[in-house]
């Protein structure tokens, strides 16, 4: 196609979606890039294109004005059970090995398909595992998380109707046991595979990963195949630290076989089974060992803001379990009950409790960033004897517990750190979502409401404390789009 834009603005466009959401647009395909800026322009309320792409180049760009143009750049080409030899073999080798791993450690596990499109490969993956856990006669004991940066593509995923052709790849009788043929001839997912899939927005060029608030960490296995394909170098190179980031020790990403590259993942083992790759993640100690790259909870640092209160009795410890009776405890400082510290012996010791807290807390995160759930939760309670007071340490075994699927456990914790911090918005975000699991979802609206009014206080691009890169518009959006789920879902 001819160019008709000037073609410096098309080369600070081309930039501009390689920065902000990975996309690679060399000067061949710049006819494409001004085609989609042309069909984006009514919905960026632009009268025509040279307008929309000088007022892009001249913001930062919204999220909503990413997920328009991801509407027009991306590419939703899929179906189920694609490249099935590399399905084979982590049906074959890799998943009954984590299954049996997850179990010995008591942890679920937790695979992440990133670049979701309209939810074909997610679904795939879970007939797989569901197939796989019967066959092993356990409990399903996993999480799927599936991501996208295209709003559209999440909303035909959420809905799972598919027409014939999304079945190109798939052998019938998967088409027969896990879809209901509709009258208009469209395949709908049976509703057991599809409340196993959670689907959330997310844009893989924006640092918001690993994180607990987007289920982004101690992941098992990552997908990722044919969206990197699409990406510029240097994107696929800072998404492949990602990743290794999100995945445990010894976790797998897996790509396609045209994105594999020793330059592009160079932290990673490639092993080649029966002609298809797969990477592996080698080593958490890289040199990266600080503690933002351990971003399973958020440090204790940030939490100690309350530490001169004195430590409180076993009662917020031993909260009782209604829900209701669970609303945080939102308790100022000047009118904390507790006792006062009285001599300088006392003041020493509270601080070398502290220290010996703070010590435990962050041991006990690098075992959960590593997936040892069992060292991770000894760790948290030991630094919770230590020093009571250290919301860190709750939150962090709360995330923990959530992870276990010990939900009352987690929300107890939570609780427990909401009345130490109750303006740690993650917490009050981590106890909408509990909730939801549990269909609560009046209380879930109390605390999503909590959440998004201390995220008002924030400007959008604020990284939320020690969340691994979260900013407070990204946790707006994931709660919107949670609570436009959950009503999509109450519709079904
Ligand atoms: C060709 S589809 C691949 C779907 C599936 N993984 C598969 O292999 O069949 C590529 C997907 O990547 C998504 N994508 C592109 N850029 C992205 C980004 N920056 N963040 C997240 N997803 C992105 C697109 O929206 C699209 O759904």
Known sequence: MQITLPHVLVSQLSDLIAMKMGLYYPQKRWGDLERAIAAAAPELDMPDTETAARHLLSTSLTRRQIEILACR??????????????????????????????????????????????????????????????????????????????????????????????????????????????????????????????????????????????????????????????????????????????????????????????????????????????????????????????????????????????????????????????????????????????SVQDVASQSANQERSNTLYHEARRYADRGDLTRAVKQCEEAISANKLNPAAYYLLATIRQELGQAKEAMRCLMNTLYLDPDLVLAHFALGGLCLTQGKSREAERHFDNALSLLNGYSSNDILPDSGGLTAGDLTHVITSIRTCDSLNHRK
């Open 73 to 342: 750049l991306t590419v939703g080409e899929t179906y189920f059970f694609r490249e099935q030899k590399c399905l084979d073999v982590l049906e074959q080798s890799i998943l009954p090995e984590l299954i049996r791993k997850c179990k010995e450690n008591n942890r679920q596990l937790r695979i992440w398909s990133a670049g979701c499109c309209t939810g074909e490969e997610p679904y795939s993956i879970a007939i797989l595992l569901d197939r796989l856990f019967k066959k092993h006669g356990e409990e399903w004991n996993a999480t799927i998380l599936a991501t996208d940066i295209n709003p559209v593509f999440l909303d035909r995923a959420a809905e799972g109707l598919y027409r014939e052709w999304a079945f190109r790849g798939t052998p019938d009788w998967i088409k027969e046991r896990y879809f209901k043929r509709k009258k208009n001839g469209l395949f709908e997912i049976v509703p057991h595979i599809r409340k196993r899939v959670t689907f959330s927005n997310l844009n893989l060029a924006e640092d918001v990963y690993a994180s607990p608030a987007n289920a982004t960490r101690a992941v098992d296995v990552i997908f990722c195949r044919n969206v990197l394909m699409y990406f510029s170098s240097p994107a696929v190179k800072r998404i492949g630290q990602g990743f290794h980031r999100s995945l445990v020790d010894y976790g797998w990403l897996i790509v396609s076989p045209v994105e594999m590259s020793g330059d592009s993942f160079p932290q990673f083992r490639l092993h080649t089974v029966s002609g298809t790759g797969l990477y592996q993640k080698i080593d958490s100690h890289d040199g990266h060992g600080k503690d933002n790259y351990f971003s399973f909870g958020p440090s204790s640092d940030a939490f100690y803001k309350v530490a001169s209160v004195p430590p409180p009795s076993l009662q917020s410890w031993e909260m009782p379990l209604s829900l209701e009776s669970m609303e945080p405890q939102i308790l100022p400082v000047a009118s904390s009950p507790f006792t006062q510290l009285t």
